[in-house]
């Protein structure tokens, strides 16, 4: 792993973790615990400070004890940073315990963590995180794609029944219809040129089984399938667009730090599929699983495979999709 790295001439960084009812603070060797509304006052941050944080601490309270404030409190902290001008970032929370055990930060606690999350930055920089905007409701295109994950939870539990799945009609149509016409399209551009000869294999072997391979076999493609097909069948369409592959990969396969509850699809494919297929490429013992655990030359080796894995996922949907557009075409 590379040395820290200065974020930048004139910033102050502080780590930032919420638990027992207090933000935990960290910010060059000093640490802080402050009330909440301490915090939302930034009452220990002063001009041209960074404050990052987990981002489950700064969503509307709703149901979870994580989510310290309401919406409007959250838009009263942003109006006071922006006054002050201290910058608020919002960091991957799914991504702090591989990181704590990376840096050799002992066991959890809410101080260690936010010493972690200090940490982080000092390692990596500030690119890509999340500008702090809270907002009361999601954008109309995320709330649809939050129902399609109901429909696709839905009938991929039903297609795992063998004496159940018959009666899905997005079954039928992808062992009938889907998955033929996918394996078509590959053909096509491995016969054009477009798709290289281990891609197509990749795709072949993993996603789009033989027709002759047992019905549970077929799980990983019909968990691709699901992001474009609803249970009755239609192809799922957003104000009359079929979605993009881009857009099917981290907001309905949740291909993503920040997946929250990834849904059956993405279980199905992370979980049961890619990491036993990764813990074979690795030779790695099946204990073996987080990524923090991996020496480094397994680690590199992982994430290799990892975005082999994501080109064959990718093709396929591409492949899905094109023949759902043309079938709708017709």
Known sequence: MPGPQPVHVGQRVWGCDYGSGYFHLHCDGTYKKV????????????????????????????????QVFSFEQLIAIKSEALRRDISIRLWFHSQTPKWRATLGMGDKSDEVDAETVYRIIQHRGLDGLQYFNPRQQYPPRIEWAHEQLKDMNEWLNVARCDYQAKNCAAFRLYIKEGRPAAVRVMLQKYNAGTCSPDLYKDCSNWFLKSQKAKQNEHIYGLSLWAAFVASDGTTRKFYGQTPGVKFVMQELLRQRPNHFKGGTAR???????????????????????????FEPHEKEKFLVFRRRYRKAMTTTLHAMREYLIERDVV
Do not use: C, W, Y
């Open 35 to 66: 009330l909440p509304d301490q915090f939302a006052a930034l009452s220990f941050a002063t001009a041209g400070d960074v404050v990052v944080v987990e981002n489950a601490h700064m969503q509307p309270k709703v149901r979870s004890l994580a």
């Open 267 to 293: 279980s199905n494919i992370m979980h049961h599929h890619f990491r036993n297929l990764a813990i074979a490429e690795l030779g790695t013992r099946a204990s073996k699983t987080r990524l923090h655990e």
